[in-house]
């Protein structure tokens, strides 16, 4: 079994001892290089080169620049898809994000994680975990996702937050650890 086959079961793996592993992180980078420095009103080719980027996007979304993955085939935008500056995923497993996600700046989604134990780490192995984020989603500046984590329908994760457990469907999550606070009445 290769690292990268590893890597998709969610095993142990080492990324710098596979060539495949390196080889893709070196195309997605150097597109995630050429779109950072694509001229913001040139709309058009922004969108294409998400587009290369990503797995999947649906028809509307924006990604505002600076933005930065690992592989990018891990990542999937759902429609009306929006980021703010510094977006970074790593997506060394699936990151799906639903429909009518909004990101505030300065925001990660982190599916790589180390381990515990100082050999292993100190051997440069890794594993990840995927991330899902349901439909109308917000995320306030600067949160931070952690491996493994889903988060439930039209919830909202307020500014600063560090997500480490899965979050429901309609509730405003805070804090570090993040926590619910309250839930979302839409009749109120």
């Known amino acids: ?28 980078k150097e597109l995630c290089e050429e779109y950072n420095k694509t001229k913001y009103s040139d709309f058009d080719k922004r969108k294409l080169i998400v587009e290369k980027i990503v797995k999947a996007t649906k028809n509307n979304f924006l990604v505002e620049q600076p933005f930065y993955c690992d592989y990018g085939y891990n990542i999937e935008l759902g429609e009306n898809f929006y980021s703010n500056h510094n977006l970074v995923i790593l997506d060394c497993a699936p990151v799906v994000f639903g429909d009518n996600v909004f990101i505030g700046p300065n925001c990660g989604f982190y599916t790589a994680a180390h381990p515990l134990n100082v050999k292993e780490r ?15 989603v917000w995320f306030g500046g600067t949160v931070t ?20 457990k899965d979050i429901p469907n309609n509730v405003i999550a805070v804090g570090n650890p993040c926590k619910v606070i309250k839930e979302i009445d839409d009749n109120a």
């Open 122 to 136: 100190n051997e440069g192995l890794e594993y990840a975990k995927p991330i899902t984020i349901g439909n109308n």
């Open 1 to 28: 079994m290769t690292e990268k086959d590893k890597m998709l079961k969610g095993l142990l793996y080492n990324a710098n001892q596979d060539e495949d592993l390196i080889n893709e992180r070196i195309v997605c």
């Open 145 to 164: 996702v952690l491996p493994g984590v889903t988060i439930g329908d039209n919830s909202v994760i307020g500014a600063g937050s560090v997500v480490t």
